[in-house]
């Protein structure tokens, strides 16, 4: 079974900054994937980035990347330059790669974006 | 592409009555899951098909709930009889094979009163 954890339930930031969204996860397999979704007041799932266990590489997307650290079992969320409409809740979210495809999801980081 | 497709956007219905939530996958997605939000318990899938069979129904809370997928573009979600404690946001999702990710629909809210 897989857990995933996120350990800060909400955060704020100025227009303009730099903030980091803290996840850590525990699964026993060796190749599985990771992603962060976001959920906008519309409550729409929308996917922000993925990241392959078996990749050294940090994924980016435009402003967003992150800090994955396979030893530790962390998977943060760096979000540059953030603007209001980055304002929602952020999932974090482990699914491994063989059998089965279900999403453990954390309970979620509410961010908000200060004008 | 209209991406997935849920119906009712909103239900409200009354305790004991029959709940039937609706999804369309995206075409040629062959994996649809099944979940539901909720303050206590978070973000938790219910059930999952791939290529139209039940695969993880480990999540589906108890003999009320039930869902099927007669065809690849078609599933639904029952709950019957419907209870104050199912209020919650069901999502539907679909991804196809060798794809990592999966895409959500916009979710139904449930109310049971």
């Known amino acids: 079974a897989q857990t995933v954890t996120q350990s800060q339930p909400e955060m704020s930031v100025q227009e303009a900054e730099t903030v980091t969204l803290s996840c850590t996860y525990d699964?026993?397999?060796?190749?599985?994937?990771l992603f962060w979704y976001k959920q906008p007041p519309s409550r729409q799932m929308i996917l922000v980035i993925r990241?392959?266990?078996?990749?050294?590489q940090n994924a980016t997307e435009n402003r967003f990347s992150v800090n994955f650290q396979k030893a530790a079992k962390s998977f943060s969320l760096k979000i540059s330059d953030s603007q209001l409409g980055d304002t929602a809740m952020y999932f974090c979210a482990c699914r491994t790669n063989f059998g089965n495809e279900k999403l453990t999801f954390g309970t979620g980081t509410r961010l908000t974006i200060i004008p | 592409d209209a991406g997935v497709i849920q119906s009712p956007r909103h239900e409200v219905t009354e305790m004991g009555q029959e709940v039937t939530l609706r999804c369309k996958p995206i075409?040629?997605?062959?994996?649809l899951f099944w979940y539901r939000q909720t303050m206590m318990r978070g973000l938790e899938l219910l059930i999952y098909?791939?290529?139209?069979?039940?695969?993880?129904d480990s999540g589906m809370p108890e003999d009320r709930f039930s869902a099927k997928m007669p065809n690849a573009s078609f599933s639904t979600l029952k709950i019957q009889p419907s209870e104050p404690r199912d209020s919650a946001v069901y999502f539907c999702a679909s991804s196809s094979r060798g794809q990592d990710e999966q895409y959500f629909g916009p979710g139904t809210r449930l109310t049971v009163t």
């Open positions: 098909f791939n290529n139209n069979v039940p695969i993880d």
């Open positions: 699964t026993s397999e060796n190749n599985y994937y």
């Open positions: 990241q392959e266990a078996y990749k050294q």
């Open positions: 075409s040629g997605h062959n994996s």
